[in-house]
């Protein structure tokens, strides 16, 4: 039996199979000699192949332990680092040859794998609202002409480049921020506006009376400016100080926005101090001169805190209290005060969503955007093609920072645009219908009515007790 048994090995040991079998076998026993860490490395090597292998067939998605999708995942991996293109301010070129620098691209494409492209806020479709009255005729040279009887400058760009055409001084350096502002958008988007020509007014109250232009042929002047409302035409910009307000050290929107972020945190608002709270000029308008007879006296507390700002005096003593971001300890007369203090949660909830609005929907790249679909609604009106202006200059960044100094040399630094956007502009939404729109007027004066009851009622109650 024995010798059976080792006839059949002998056999076993001649095979082919066996040849490369034992040449496995010596591999394996060299293996044996390899040391515990080794293995230990191989065994977590072969592991990995293999769940990596599962991963790849689709039996298994490994980004999901990681809280990834695996297409996040995928595209995650696939974006490589975008060396982003910085051009700062050129004061060396511009003191010397007192001319914009030529470096900056006149036109640029996003690199690989931009940011997605999003949908503009609700708001955007004010733009079509305040363009409405020249969608039939179109603004013709001479509508823009009339436009300059009370604008501060002419702006024109052609051919991606930016004119300044100054009539009169405005009031503090509002002209010279918003003129600033353009010449960021034009390095957040160069060579995306289209050519076009418009008149700015920086003054505060509109000045084009809808009234004054009902008969068809009218041809309203399209003049642009910081504020408008239902009885006039003019056409709304963001205001200068989107990117600082100097003279009354208010820092560029988006370092304002971190400080009132911060500012949010530093006093819970169940802790808040439960009063209105208003700090400004009162001789601005007679309404905010109506509000400052609200304020507590010896005899009443209509639970407001109203404060006069002296800009003069504030500068003077450094705006310690002109802070916005250290303005968020108060709630904000006397029934809207009570009802937020008695529906706490309500009013808590308001508070959030005017914050996630300013946070979200009022961010800075949202602000370049509209600028730059009204201007290009705009453009697309213009019946005529601009062209230079005689006694326009060419406006450039180092043409208003570099001779500037003090807060308005620091907030232009601050909020100069050193790199063009990695995304396009968001989507346009549509303009409003018709019932559409009706039905958003209808509800804010429903709103305002029902909550000019909840005051009636609120007042009858208190003359009753009294």
């Known amino acids: 039996m024995k010798g059976h048994e080792e006839k059949l090995m002998k056999l076993f040991w001649l095979r082919p199979a066996f040849q490369r079998h034992s040449q496995r076998s010596k591999w394996w026993r060299s293996c044996k000699k390899i040391t515990p860490l080794t293995s230990t490395l ?93 969608k039939q005729t179109g603004i013709t040279k001479e509508m823009v002409e009339k436009a300059r009887r009370t604008a501060h400058f002419r702006l024109t760009i052609l051919n991606g480049k930016v004119y ?53 042929g009218s041809g309203p002047p399209p003049l642009f400016r910081y504020c408008s409302d239902w009885r006039s035409l003019d056409i709304v910009f963001p205001d200068w100080s989107f990117w600082g307000w100097a003279e009354t050290n208010i820092r560029p929107w988006r370092s304002v926005l971190k400080d009132i972020k911060e500012g949010n945190r530093m006093v819970k608002w169940e802790d808040r101090v439960p009063y209105a709270y208003w700090k400004g000029n009162p001789h601005v308008c007679p309404w905010r001169a109506d509000l400052m007879k609200c304020n507590v006296t010896d005899q009443n507390d209509w639970n407001t805190r109203l404060y006069v700002q002296d800009w003069i005096a504030e500068s003077q003593k450094g705006y310690k209290q002109s802070n916005l971001g250290e ?52 453009a697309k009106l213009l019946k005529y093609k601009p062209a230079v202006p ?62 000019e009851a ?13």
């Not at 990995?48 to 999708?69: N, Q």
């Not at 009022?362 to 955007?369: A, S």
């Not at 009622?457 to 009294?466: P, S, V």
Request: glycine share 4%.
């Open 42 to 134: 191989l065994l977590l090597c072969l592991f990995l192949l293999f769940i990596s292998l599962l991963s790849f067939v689709g039996w298994i998605d490994l980004a999901k332990y990681g809280g990834y999708s695996s297409q996040k995942l995928l595209q995650n991996f696939s974006k490589k680092p975008i060396d982003t293109l910085e051009f700062p301010l050129d004061c060396t070129t511009w003191n010397h040859t007192k001319t914009c620098p030529k470096n900056y691209p006149t036109s640029y494409k996003p690199a690989a794998n931009p940011s997605p492209k999003s949908t503009c806020p609700e708001y955007f479709r004010w733009i079509h609202e305040d363009l409405k009255h020249w």
């Open 164 to 216: 300044v055409e100054k009539f009169r001084e405005s009031i503090q350096t509002r002209a010279l921020f918003t003129m600033w502002g353009i010449a960021q958008l034009m390095r957040w988007y160069p060579g995306k506006l289209p050519d076009l020509e418009l008149m700015f007014d920086c003054d505060d109250r509109p000045v084009v009376q809808a009234k004054d232009f009902r008969q068809p």
């Open 327 to 378: 303005q968020c300890t108060h709630r904000s007369l006397k029934f809207a005060v009570e009802w937020g203090n008695n529906h706490t949660e309500k009013a808590k909830a308001i508070g959030e969503a005017g914050s996630r609005f300013i946070h979200k929907d009022l961010k800075m790249e949202y602000v370049y955007d509209y600028i730059f679909h009204l201007l290009n609604e705009y």
């Open 390 to 451: 005689p006694n326009a200059v060419e406006l450039c960044s180092e043409s208003m920072a570099c001779p500037a100094d003090g807060n308005w040399r620091k907030f232009m630094e601050e909020s100069l645009e050193k790199s063009p956007s990695d995304s396009a502009p968001c989507t346009m939404p549509p303009p409003y219908q018709p019932q559409e729109l009706k039905g958003f007027i209808d509800g804010k004066v429903k709103a305002t009515k029902e909550v």
């Open 454 to 466: 909840w005051e009636n009622e609120y007042w009858d109650k208190q003359n009753k007790k009294h």
